[in-house]
């Protein structure tokens, strides 16, 4: 049930160059996991993403996919980023595939290593945010919107860097989840020209 294109995409990203910015350090981070899933859409393959609420200690009112720190009961970051999704969205994990998962990476501003799960939604359930003091909103955004290039742009972040960022469905995906966004849409060949000189400062494009 898993398409083609999906176990090809898992492949090519299962090896894929992690920014430099973003490389996890030899030791110290706190393990975690998140839930890149896909699934078919009414136009195409569509991607499952969070707006976290606004109250929150870390990540406020940033789009995110499903996920968090890996337990000590979880086993692993496949379990910890089912889990974690049950847990924001209300998915039924038993309608999920998992198909592989991507390098490590290092969120130096949380100190979170991160492991990205690449999964399938074989049979979508109903999903809407379960606790409205962690997430305000839970959107199934397509492929094709996001390689719009209209939707495409950079944006200066507080540290100095400039990253990729889209702008859909009234979100604007930015960081380290725009960065899996922009590597995924290249790999399983979405991309579209789009114009990278237009920059934004983050603050101001919220």
Request: aromatic share 6%; glycine share 12%.
């Amino acid at each position: 049930p898993v398409p083609a294109w999906l176990r090809e995409l898992a492949d090519a990203a299962a090896t894929m160059e992690v920014h430099p910015q973003l490389v996890p350090p030899a030791t110290g981070g706190r393990e975690s996991a998140v839930l890149i899933l896909f699934g078919d859409g009414p136009d195409g393959p569509d991607l499952l993403f969070i707006q976290r609420s606004d109250g929150l200690r870390l990540h406020a009112g940033q789009p995110a996919f499903p996920g968090g720190a890996i337990d000590a009961g979880d086993g692993g970051p496949v379990t910890a980023a089912l889990r974690e999704a049950v847990e924001e969205v209300g998915l039924d994990p038993g309608g999920v595939d998992v198909v592989g998962t991507l390098p490590e990476a290092f969120i130096p501003r949380t100190g979170f290593r991160v492991v990205p799960v690449l999964a399938w939604w074989r049979r979508p359930s109903a999903v809407a945010p379960v606790d409205a003091g962690e997430v305000a909103a839970v959107e199934r955004v397509g492929v094709a919107e996001l390689a719009d290039p209209a939707n495409r742009l950079m944006v200066h972040v507080r540290d100095g860097r400039t990253t990729p960022a889209f702008r859909v469905r009234g979100m604007l995906i930015w960081g380290f989840t725009a960065a899996l966004v922009d590597r995924l849409l290249a790999l399983g060949g979405w991309e579209k020209p789009w114009d990278a000189s237009r920059v934004e400062d983050l603050e101001t494009s919220r």
